[in-house]
């Protein structure tokens, strides 16, 4: 009976592991530069035509380049189940993002249609649910890095992450059916106009401080699979 060398099989372990890594390293990366990158360019061509001129190929490119990284986050960890759980809710929400995107376009053209309004409004709740389970898969990462201290800083960020993004959510939701709300009295009308006022700047703000701490441990992990992958060279 043929048996399989130790020395093979360990090499075949260190071969995987390595591949694994700089899946995750490539991951990591993508996502660290194409969160940004679709935030502004959505906001550029949602409301400036700067970017008119290229349809709706801004606003994909971005999104699929948020749908690579989370395919290459796929592919770490492959024996992880839980893991490639909150993988795939990633990358689904992610393919949700990118079939939307060209609304973004859209809705800068027909700014008066209902369709395209309520699809911006699909966008925004994507976007959000990205940044929830991205979170969350960071948190699954948090073990696998050795390093106590990010750990912490893992555990405390995601859990600020957390409420601050289903808050936001419950905020979106608020606004969506504000403009149902005319046979309250006038007063209560008056303050609905104020927050209408204020609707895109306060869910932009409440968009950037999620978005800063996930950007903050995307590359904190990114440094130490680097550190990681250099130690072992």
Same mark, same amino acid.
């Given at each position: ?19 694994g ?12 530069w ?29 999104t ?5 990284g ?7 960890n ?35 249609e209902?369709?395209?309004? /309520? ?5 925004? !709740?994507?976007? &959000?649910? *990205?940044? =929830?389970? %991205?979170?969350?898969? +960071? ?8 390093r ?44 609905i106009?104020?927050?209408? /006022? ?5 869910? !932009?703000?409440? &968009?950037? *401080?999620? =978005?800063? %701490?996930?950007?903050? +441990? ?12 250099f130690?072992?060279?």
């Open positions: 009976m043929n048996e399989v060398p130790v020395q093979t099989v360990s090499g075949t372990a260190g071969q995987k592991a390595q591949a890594r700089r899946h995750l390293l490539r991951g990591l990366s993508t996502l660290f194409s969160l940004p990158l679709s935030l502004l360019v959505s906001i550029q061509t949602l409301v400036t035509d700067n970017l008119r001129g290229m349809g709706v190929v801004p606003p994909v490119l971005c699929g380049a948020l749908l690579f989370t395919q290459c986050l796929n592919y770490f492959p024996e992880g189940e839980f893991w490639r759980l909150r993988a795939n809710q990633l990358r689904l929400v992610a393919v949700i993002l990118v079939g939307l995107s060209p609304f973004v376009y859209f809705w800068n053209r027909y700014p008066g209902d369709y395209f309004r /309520s699809s911006i409004f699909m966008i925004g !709740l994507a976007a &959000f649910a *990205f940044l =929830l389970f %991205l979170n969350r898969l +960071l948190r699954e990462l948090a073990p696998i890095i050795p106590p201290e990010l750990n912490a800083e893992t555990q405390l960020f995601t859990n600020i992450n957390t409420n601050l993004i289903y808050f936001s959510i419950a905020i979106s939701l608020v606004f969506a059916v504000l403009p149902y709300l005319s046979f309250l009295p006038g007063i209560f009308l008056v303050r106009e104020m927050l209408e /006022s204020i609707k895109r700047t306060l869910l !932009l703000f409440l &968009f950037l *401080f999620p =978005l800063s %701490l996930t950007m903050t +441990l995307l590359w904190k992990y990114k440094e130490c699979v680097m550190e990681e992958a130690r072992e060279e």
